[in-house]
């Protein structure tokens, strides 16, 4: 068997090679019923898109009626995403498309900013406008004063737009506000992040271990019909969370944590794992480094001194570390996904890697597989201008692990400080809420306020539109076509999104919008494709395909070009760490100036009658983007706060009141919230969904309902070694007289 290595670097060799490969991949299935499938599209009229709901970007069909009305959205059979079954918001999604409240035409700011006071504009004026104020910023500041923040498809045709004008400020809050610390934990003890979608095997796994993670409310597709499976066949599932989840109610242990507390429950775990020689030796011998520092680094750290601060048994620590050792190599500690919560964040991850490592799980089946993505051939164009200076210069020290432009550094370093250079001039915000979306909102305005330019493209008029001084009406997923997703996944596959209908209003796709803009700009050289099916088009025929073949099955899945999804039985692996090997000790987070071996640190407690504030995901809803979606609203129309039966005892508290929640800080919540009394909350914290609490008043069906978490989140963990943002260490009380609430808010 040729060796990962060998395959890696022929993917790193350049569009050429990875054409030459792919073209060989041999053909599934789904290509052979192509004719079949064809036939059948006509008869329903029906076209090929994949979900823009939520980032799992399910492939599904798209259906219309006799008069060419979007009817539905199925799940395509051939998807290894989705296996054919869409969630309830994916379905939902064609909501999106007849929300009465979306945006209309182009909008330029004609007052004061922060007011509502746009007035209607033809692209032609809004694109001059843009492209006039692009034009003074790059002359009087540089190019790299100009930032993008993104979050769904279209960001990668204003990526190019501003690598092309030579600034390397493109910012995702996937990053800093989400997934960021797991990926560089990974990286530092594998060699390898864990990607989207997950890398993780649970269709075979025997031992599910989730920590915080809430599959089955985090909706995300492949993972919540994997871990159905796993559970039908036995699986074991541990779950370690303050509140009772929906994956609480399926575990054979829910260990109901205290929060802020997960590091010493891990490092006790690896206690009992070394101490009872219940670890993989085969594996640790060969694969890792630093075994011998790891185990003299956790030896106090027993079930018996974890419990004193996770209030998790001690017995219960030993019973499900010998679970997983039972199930091992088949065990899965799941890394989660939103795993920004107390600013050691990516020592938690370290944690969950070293565990994983030394079961033995990375590389086996039932544990995490090796992933195989796609290379699509990019159209030619001049190389990108390099920038003189990135959001480094301005923080040289900061965040040495962070490998991607922070979303929340481009916020710090737009507010104004005498003691730097420069400061941001001007934000492209595409797809991304930031005023919900980054925590610390006051921090946020205080950077919108000293911009020069802020562009906004979306959908709808979510709170960023408010503050911008151009808003770029995009048409949503179902009206245009998108880049191929290529997402990894245990085989190579592609997805087209197609349009099953013409825009509605006066809306238009990214891909327009950024070719128009650097028509103006003078970098029209790096959109070589006037049209974008003929660049997909292009982009298919490398590969063997067509748009006209893609149309027909909207996926297309290759074989894998090695037979390695799991390591071969003692197979010489080399991973991508400095030592070669999987790095219980890190010399990387070393080099870098912080602890090789995590280290459990207390956090701040919540003062005298005040609570943690949680918040995770609703099954029906994602972030904010739906909150306003007629389909969805109808499932779910405002959030509630979860309350400890004993706590609400003591404040007299009932469900169904609505009360208002002030933080550490003064910070009152803009609306009331209503309670729900529930065992399913430890007495310390409280819970709530994060995307409620709308305040812009054109969502007419969302403004005002339910409480905003963000609103509460003006503490902020920043983690020191990437730069995540923590937002799990603030803590609210209760108003229960609404009179003052509102008299505040
Ligand atoms: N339906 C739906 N699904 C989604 C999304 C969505 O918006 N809607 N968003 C997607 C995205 S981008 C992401 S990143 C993921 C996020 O999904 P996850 O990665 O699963 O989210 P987390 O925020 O890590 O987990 C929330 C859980 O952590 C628990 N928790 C809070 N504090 C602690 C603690 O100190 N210790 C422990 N052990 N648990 C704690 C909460 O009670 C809650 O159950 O969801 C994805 N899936
Ligand atoms: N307080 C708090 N903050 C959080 C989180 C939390 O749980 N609590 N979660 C964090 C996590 S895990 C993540 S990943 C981020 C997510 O952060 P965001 O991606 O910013 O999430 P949303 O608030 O849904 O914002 C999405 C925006 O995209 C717009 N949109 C939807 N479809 C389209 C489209 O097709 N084109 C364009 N141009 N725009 C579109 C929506 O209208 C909306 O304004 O938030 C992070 N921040
Ligand atoms: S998990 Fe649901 S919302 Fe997310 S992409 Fe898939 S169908 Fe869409
Ligand atoms: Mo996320």
């Not at 499938?37 to 979900?51: D, I, N």
């Not at 790096?526 to 027909?552: A, C, H, N, V």
Request: aromatic letters at 10%; glycine letters at 8%; one cysteine or more.
């Amino acid at each position: 068997m040729a060796t990962r290595r060998q395959f890696i670097r022929i993917t790193t060799m350049g569009a050429g090679a990875v054409i030459a490969g792919a073209a060989g991949y041999k053909l599934l299935g789904n290509e052979r019923n192509a004719a079949h499938k064809a036939a059948e599209a006509v008869l329903t009229g029906r076209t090929p898109t994949y979900c823009e709901i939520c980032f799992w970007k399910c492939a599904g069909w798209v259906y219309r009626d006799e008069n060419g009305a979007i009817k539905k959205i199925t799940g395509n059979n051939e998807d290894l995403n989705c296996n054919g079954r869409f969630c309830p918001r994916g379905t939902g999604g064609v909501g999106m498309y007849y929300d009465e409240d979306r945006l209309r035409t182009p909008l330029i700011r004609t007052e004061e900013r922060g007011k509502q006071s746009f007035r209607e504009a033809t692209w032609d004026e809004a694109f001059d406008y843009i492209a006039e104020k692009i034009k003074v910023i790059s002359a009087e500041h540089g190019p790299e004063c100009l930032a993008l923040f993104t979050h769904g498809s279209g960001g990668k045709y204003f990526s190019t737009l501003l690598r092309a004008l030579g600034s390397p400020h493109i910012a995702a809050p996937s990053y800093a506000q989400c997934r960021g610390p797991r990926e560089v934990a990974f990286q530092a003890t594998f060699g390898e992040a864990i990607e989207s979608p997950e890398r993780t095997d649970i269709r075979d796994t025997k031992c599910l271990v989730l920590i915080g993670s809430h599959i089955g409310e985090n909706m995300h597709n492949g993972q919540v019909q994997e871990m159905s499976d796993a559970i039908d066949k036995g699986a074991t599932i541990i779950t370690v969370d303050p509140r009772y989840s929906t994956a609480a109610g399926k575990s054979k242990y829910w260990l109901p944590i205290k929060p802020a507390t997960d590091l010493a429950l891990l490092l006790a775990w690896i206690n009992v794992i070394i101490t009872e020689e219940l670890y993989d030796k085969p594996y640790v011998e060969k694969y890792t480094y630093g075994f011998e520092y790891l185990r003299d680094h956790v030896k106090n750290m027993t079930p018996e001194w974890a419990y004193g601060i996770t209030t998790i048994d001690p017995t219960v620590i030993r019973e499900t570390a010998r679970e997983m050792a039972n199930a091992a190599p088949a065990v899965i500690v799941h890394p989660g996904r939103h795993v920004t919560w107390y600013g050691d964040d990516t020592q938690r991850m370290r944690a969950v890697a070293i565990l994983n490592a030394i079961l033995g799980s990375w590389g086996r089946r039932g544990g995490f597989y090796r992933p195989e993505t796609f290379s699509i051939a990019e159209p030619e164009h001049p190389p990108f201008p390099t920038p003189k200076r990135s959001w480094r210069t301005e923080f040289p020290d900061l965040y040495k692990l962070a490998d991607t432009v922070l979303a929340n550094g481009v916020c710090d370093a737009t507010v104004p400080d005498p003691s730097r250079h420069c400061q941001f001039q001007g934000w492209i915000v595409n797809g991304t809420n930031l005023i919900e979306t980054l925590p610390n909102q006051e921090n946020t305005l205080k950077a919108i306020q000293s911009l020069q330019l802020l562009v906004v493209i979306d959908t709808m008029p979510m709170e960023i539109t408010g503050w911008a001084d151009v808003v770029l009406p995009e048409c949503t997923y179902l009206e245009r076509y998108d880049e191929l997703r290529v997402g990894p996944h245990r085989k190579p596959q592609i997805a087209l999104r197609m349009p099953a209908t013409e825009p509605l209003y006066n809306t238009k796709p990214a891909f327009w919008m950024a070719r128009e803009l650097a028509k103006r700009l003078g970098v029209i050289d790096y959109f070589p494709f006037e049209k974008i099916e003929d660049q997909l088009d292009w982009q298919l025929k490398q590969i063997g395909s067509s748009l006209e073949e893609m149309k027909k099955t909207g996926v297309k899945t290759f074989e894998r070009p090695y037979e390695d999804l799991y390591f071969a039985p003692g197979e010489n692996v080399e991973f991508y760490t400095p030592s070669g090997k999987i790095e219980l000790y890190s010399l990387s987070i070393e080099e870098a100036g912080f602890d090789p071996m995590p280290k459990y640190t207390p956090h701040e407690e919540p003062p005298e009658g005040y609570y943690r504030l949680n918040y995770g995901r609703a099954p029906m809803h994602t972030f904010s983007r739906t909150a306003n979606n007629p389909n969805l609203t109808d499932l779910m129309d405002e959030n509630s706060l979860w309350v400890n039966p004993g706590v609400a005892k003591e404040w007299g508290l009932t469900s169904g009141q609505y009360i208002y929640l002030e933080n550490q800080d003064g910070k009152r919540s803009e609306f009331p919230i209503k309670v729900r009394v529930t065992e399913r909350i430890r007495w310390d914290s409280v819970y709530m969904v994060h995307g409620f609490g709308h305040d812009q008043k054109k969502l007419k069906r969302c403004y005002g309902k339910g409480a905003s978490d963000t609103n509460l989140i003006t503490k902020v963990l920043v983690d020191p070694i990437m730069g995540g943002t923590g937002m799990r260490g603030n803590f609210v009380t209760f108003i229960t007289d609404l009179k003052s609430g509102e008299a505040r808010s």
